[in-house]
C-alpha cells in the first residue's frame, strides 16, 4: 500500500513562503503522475501541480510563476516551493500520486496539511 505523508504547512504572512514536503512510500518509477491538491473552506478541492511522467509539470493558473514544484527520486520525496503568498492560497494542502496498473489507475493521497495565509 502506497502511503503519502505530507510536511511542512502552516501560518504565513500575506507575501511570505513556505515549502510543503510529501514522503512517498514507493518508488517514483511505479508512478504515472505525483503533485498536490488543495481544498479551501467550502470549495472543493483543485489541482495545484501535476507532474506527469513523459509530459511534465502542470500548475493552475493562480499560482504560477509563484509556486514550484520539484521531486527527488533519491529521497522519494515531492515538494511544493510557495512564493508571494495570498490569502486565497489558504487551504489544506494535499499530496497525491498514482499508478497505471493493468490500464487501470489507482489514486493516492496523503491526509493534508494546512496552510493559512494571514493578510
Known amino acids: 500500500q502506497v502511503q503519502l505523508l505530507e510536511s511542512g504547512g502552516g501560518l504565513v504572512q500575506s507575501g511570505g513562503s513556505l515549502r510543503l514536503s510529501c514522503a512517498v512510500s514507493a518508488s517514483f518509477f511505479s508512478f504515472n503522475s505525483m503533485g498536490w491538491y488543495r481544498q479551501a473552506p467550502g470549495k472543493g478541492r483543485e489541482l495545484v501541480a501535476l507532474?506527469?511522467?513523459?509530459?511534465?509539470?502542470d500548475y493552475a493558473d493562480s499560482v504560477k510563476g509563484r509556486f514550484t514544484f520539484s521531486r527527488d527520486g533519491n529521497k522519494n520525496t515531492i515538494d511544493l516551493q510557495m512564493y508571494s503568498l495570498k490569502s486565497e492560497d489558504t487551504a489544506v494542502y494535499y499530496c497525491?500520486?498514482?499508478?497505471?496498473?493493468?490500464?487501470?489507475?489507482?489514486?493516492?493521497w496523503g491526509q493534508g496539511t494546512q496552510v493559512t495565509v494571514s493578510s
Open positions: 497525491y500520486a498514482d499508478q497505471l496498473l493493468t490500464g487501470t489507475k489507482y489514486a493516492y
Open positions: 507532474f506527469t511522467f513523459g509530459r511534465g509539470t
